[in-house]
């Protein structure tokens, strides 16, 4: 597990077939009071609470896991990991913490064709997904993590609820599927997705500075040039209406 800052941690996801989202550990592991930004992929749950234990740390220090968003990729082991830590609360922002009390799947799977697949190729029964949300974020929180402080930023437009977290002073941004690296940013077609809202989101995040670029997915970026976010937005404006 690659440690970041001393505050924060990479589990990077094992795609395979389908893809699995990277998990950050956030904050200061002698803080006893850790949370895991995502959980990932159905069946991908069990080595990323291995990779935490080799690092040293003991489980019953991770008190939550905050999800960016709740599509299959970055929730689909969410059961599997709070059976090993079924203290931890579940953070979601509100706009997809309401589906997932309702057991309502739409924003899991994010087209009905994709959720027929995954039911079928991994088992998941329909309900599979109904969890009790402790926290509902709005954003613009400031949230306390083991002795680091991160602002919560609503970023909709790949899914309703998506949100950033933002460390000003450490310049480290941890987007979701909103923008990754190498120019790339997320689909826009899924289940309560939206191109412009997307771009408007897109827009919010250039404003930030930041360093250290922490995505959902492929490559994670340290020393991130200035103006990068606001470039990938122009990049993708076009097609963002
Ligand atoms: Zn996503
Ligand atoms: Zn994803």
């Known amino acids: 597990m690659p440690k970041i800052t001393e505050e924060v941690y990479y589990i990077p996801g094992q795609d395979e077939f389908m893809p699995d989202s990277h998990v950050y550990v956030v904050g200061n592991p002698s803080s006893q009071n850790l949370s895991l930004m995502d959980a990932g992929f159905v069946g991908k749950g069990s080595y990323k609470i291995q990779s935490i234990q080799k690092a ?28 090993q830590i079924p203290w931890a609360e579940l953070w979601v922002h509100h706009l997809e913490a309401d589906l997932l009390e309702q057991g309502d799947e739409r924003a899991v799977y994010g087209m009905d064709m994709f959720r027929g697949l995954c039911q079928s190729q991994f088992g998941l029964k329909p309900g599979a997904f109904k969890f009790q949300v402790n926290q509902k974020l709005q954003g613009g929180e400031t949230l306390d993590l083991g002795g680091t402080v991160w602002e919560v930023i609503h970023i909709p437009g790949h899914s309703m609820g998506s949100i950033g977290l933002y460390h000003r002073t450490m310049k480290i941004l941890i987007p979701g599927d909103v923008v990754y690296a190498d120019y790339a940013i997320g689909r826009f077609d899924l289940y309560g997705a939206k191109a412009s809202q997307l771009k408007e989101s897109l827009m919010r995040l250039g404003e930030l500075e930041v360093d250290i670029l922490l995505p959902g997915h492929n490559r994670i970026v340290k020393g991130l040039p200035k103006g990068y976010i606001l470039k990938t937005a122009r990049q993708w404006e076009s097609y963002l209406t």
């Open 56 to 83: 040293g740390i003991e489980i019953s220090a991770i008190k939550r896991i905050i999800m960016t968003h709740t599509h299959l990729d970055h929730i689909g082991c969410l059961a599997e990991i709070s059976k």
